[in-house]
DNA sequence: ATGGTGGGATGCCCA
């Protein structure tokens, strides 16, 4: 079963880069972020027409999410975190052929000490209170999206400028991470390389694409019970060099079986 | 350099 989470940046400039995208890759299952679309202009209908279903929760202008599973049923659904007030859609989960997927539009945060940074931090600690009871009840638990946190020095162009007090890297973001990693989830990329400067996102500007000026902040976190059976992870960054790309490429984990 | 590029409920906000 192939795994992957997809910033889009507006599904409603980005679904020709998806059906193209779902046409190639064939994913079992994705996560999507950023949809800014309200539910009843979803393209759930274009999408069954490719052989995916989908469940979304989404709003004007900001924010939205959606999975997307192909032949699969999607069951128990989760839209937001339970018990925590968020007028944003960053939140939903639901479990596919018996793996439970969380997929997640982490806060950006801003700038480091703002009230956006003071929501994210806030926003991670419910995440993590709430992931912790999903462990439990769903051993076989896949959280994915965009983490809008870079893990390590491996995941940024330059860790001078993305230092510790810098947001996407500063410590109490990664901190935070780390504590949700605790609870049991293994980030799938890290599981087969080492490597440095495999990036997710790169800013529109100053042609960072192109010069690899960019950061990993999309993963792909695998449970304990899933550990064994993620034979293989990546980004797939072909879509970032097709005409008006969303700023993100998708992140993607393989399981076995 | 407080810039720059892109999406959208546009003349501003968010990333």
Known sequence: MKIASWNVNSLNVRLPHLEQWLGAFAPDVVGIQETKLEDHKFPDTALAGLGYRSVFAGQKTYNGVAILAR??????????????????KRVIAATIDGVRIVNLYVVNGQDVGTDKYAYKL?????????????????????????????????????PEVWNDDHILTSTAERDALRRLQSLGLHDAFRLHSDEAGVFSWWDYRQAAFRRNLGLRIDLTLVSDALRDAAVGSGIDQEPRTWERPSDHAPAWVRLAG
Do not use: M, T, Y
């Open 71 to 88: 032949g699969r049923a999607i069951d128990d659904i989760q839209l937001g975190i339970p018990g925590f007030e968020d007028e944003q």
């Open 122 to 158: 806030r926003w991670l600690e419910a995440v993590h209170d709430w992931i912790a009871s999903e462990l439990q009840a769903h051993p076989k638990l896949v959280v994915l999206g965009d983490f809008n946190i870079a893990p390590d020095a491996r995941d940024v162009h330059d």
